[in-house]
């Protein structure tokens, strides 16, 4: 009997080129489902990976990258109800802790991962969506617990992450701030925040502006780096800091001073290890339930790119020159 192929983008070592080749089609375990993948979003991780700057993301080479997918559920694993053949479905699907990632035509994923497109979303909405989206909602609701009338600091608020963090935290009714330069000040406005110039402005200047000087309730980092120092800066009494890039040496003193909390996001932890998938496709839902509602939208690079050019989108993102998330299209 043939054994059963399938196209995929194979990355063989460290910042080499993609390799389009055929490969073993997956099987559905028990508790998953085979999903025919439509697209593959490109995040600034998997660039990281390919070039062999991501240890944390625990993925060895060769492999097939790709965290993000949306895609068509094809066949079904023992014990899987939640889904049926033909359901559009969307989710952190692999990529990272040795499983196969998104960049291929089919992937077996765990079903606890998954929820089903939102109405009227197309393919390559979707798979713009689940690891910004989910470290979005861990940092700000999980963590954070924003709520309606707080004042919310984003920093990097037109970015990836930044970008669906602004509009999570506008959905709980949250005052939103977001930081960025001049010429992201119309998308950050046209998402609801208020821009603040992270270049020309000091953090006391902006605290005083938009908070009376008592500091913001909740700070979500998503640069890194000087601006969790900045965060812990910005943060007021009992405030809470969240960042998804807390490494480094930080000093904390600004932020106990205030009586405030820190917590870090690392949103690939269930993906690598199996535990708090559930609460993925919770996550996942949660987004459907904000598209559904009009609540969320990703911003999309309109650059389009297939299997072949898959290294013209990573190169893309690496570059920072996106404009918005960039989504390879698998046929």
């Known amino acids: 009997m ?3 192929v399938m196209q995929a983008a194979l990355l ?3 910042n080499a080129p993609f390799r389009i080749t055929e490969i073993a089609r997956p099987t559905p ?5 085979l999903v025919r993948i439509k697209a593959s979003g490109v995040n600034p991780l998997d660039t990281k990976i390919r070039a062999g700057a991501a240890p944390h993301a625990r993925q060895p080479l060769p492999a097939v990258l790709g965290i993000d997918l949306a895609g068509t559920v094809e066949a079904l694993g023992e014990g ?4 049926v053949p033909g359901d559009d ?3 952190m699907a692999g990529g990272v802790g ?10 077996a ?13 197309t393919m390559r909405e979707a798979a713009a969506l689940p690891l910004v989206f989910t470290t979005a909602w861990e940092g700000l609701v999980d963590r954070a617990r924003v709520s309606d009338g707080q004042k919310v600091l984003i920093h990097g ?18 005052d939103v701030c977001a930081t960025g330069n001049a010429d992201q000040f119309e998308t950050i406005r046209r998402l609801g925040a208020v821009p603040i110039d992270y270049r020309n402005t000091i953090v006391d200047e902006y605290v005083r502006e938009h908070t009376g000087a008592n500091g913001f309730d909740i700070v979500f980092d998503t640069v890194g780096g000087a601006n969790l120092d900045k965060s812990f800066e910005a943060i007021g009494r009992f405030g809470h800091v969240v960042s998804a890039l807390g490494w480094g040496t930080h000093a904390l003193a600004p932020l106990s001073f205030k009586a405030g909390t820190y917590s870090g996001v690392f949103t690939l932890l269930p993906v690598q290890t199996g535990e708090g998938r559930e609460h993925h496709g919770e996550i996942m839902r949660e987004a459907t339930r904000l598209a559904e509602s009009g609540l969320l939208q990703p911003m999309i690079d309109q650059r389009l790119f297939d299997l072949d050019s898959v290294g013209e989108a990573h190169d893309l993102v690496a570059s920072g020159r996106a404009h918005g998330k960039v989504v390879v299209e698998v046929a």
């Open 2 to 4: 043939t054994k059963s």
């Open 12 to 14: 063989e070592a460290a």
């Open 29 to 33: 375990g028990p508790g998953e489902v």
């Open 80 to 83: 899987v109800s939640d889904f």
């Open 89 to 91: 479905v969307y989710g």
């Open 98 to 107: 040795g499983h196969q990632g998104t960049l291929a035509q089919y992937a």
């Open 109 to 121: 994923v765990d079903a606890r991962l998954l929820a089903r497109l939102p109405k009227g979303f």
């Open 157 to 174: 608020g037109a970015g990836g992450v930044g970008h669906v963090a602004v509009q999570i935290a506008k959905a709980f009714g949250a």
